[in-house]
């Protein structure tokens, strides 16, 4: 038949390379692909087979476990961690470091706004003291004047007018005839006895004394009865 095929002029399959490849290769084409296939009840040759059959695809690895994350699962639920629990005791200690501070430098400056006041205070009556220490002769002057019978008219309402504002200062005299003697106020310059009295008593008064508050500016000058 291959010679008649010859002789008719119709060409040999063989004779014909390109059209064999073709069909050779639409036959590959429509042959299926073969998969392996997977094995029962053997879990490493079923992982195996799917392997094989994504090879291009993306690999997938077993999930690590870092062993800080293990600590933590193992820590027990509630309990701080040392290095936090170490700060909040540093920071109570501070804490408490400052208060004590803030409660020494308060009660400094309670007790130094004390002194001060209590400086001011002193250094007001001294000043004002040495004012009426420097008024003292007049006084003097205007109590002879008095017992005299001279302190009339206008002087007398310009010695009113200075008993008052002495006054208003805190001068206060002292010293009158009949007062128990005390040595800590009276400066004895005359003694006597008498059946009169009971004890030392101041019979004449010489000159007044005067104090400032509780500051003796002056000792009066008396003279003093003692009992026989």
């Known amino acids: ?64 476990h870092s062993a800080p994350a293990e600590a933590e699962e193992g820590a027990p639920v509630g309990e701080p961690a040392k290095p936090f629990a170490a700060e909040v005791a540093s920071l109570r200690t501070a804490l408490e470091e400052r208060t004590r501070d803030l409660q020494r430098v308060t009660a400094e400056y309670a007790n130094y706004r004390k002194r001060v006041d209590r400086d001011r205070s002193v250094a007001a009556e001294q000043t004002t003291g040495s004012v009426l220490i420097a008024l003292l002769p007049v006084l003097d002057d205007i109590d002879r004047a008095r017992e005299h019978g001279d ?6 309402s310009v010695a009113e007018a200075l008993g008052a504002t002495v006054g208003k200062l805190g001068l206060v005299a002292f010293g009158e005839k009949g007062d128990a003697f005390d040595p800590t106020r009276h400066e004895a310059v005359a003694h006597l006895t008498s059946a009169d009295v ?20 002056r000792p009066a000058l008396v003279a003093v009865a003692d009992p026989e």
């Open 1 to 64: 038949m291959a010679a008649e095929a010859r002789a008719g002029g119709v060409p040999d399959p063989a004779d014909r390379p390109g059209e064999k490849a073709d069909g050779a290769e639409s036959t590959r084409d429509s042959a299926p692909e073969e998969r392996p296939e997977k094995v029962h009840g053997d879990p490493l040759a079923a992982d195996a087979a799917e392997s094989a059959t994504t090879t291009n695809g993306p690999k997938h690895s077993a999930p690590k």
């Open 151 to 156: 302190l009339v008219g206008p002087f007398a």
């Open 198 to 217: 009971t004890e030392p008593t101041c019979v004449e008064v010489m000159r007044r004394g005067y104090t400032l508050g509780e500051r003796l500016l």
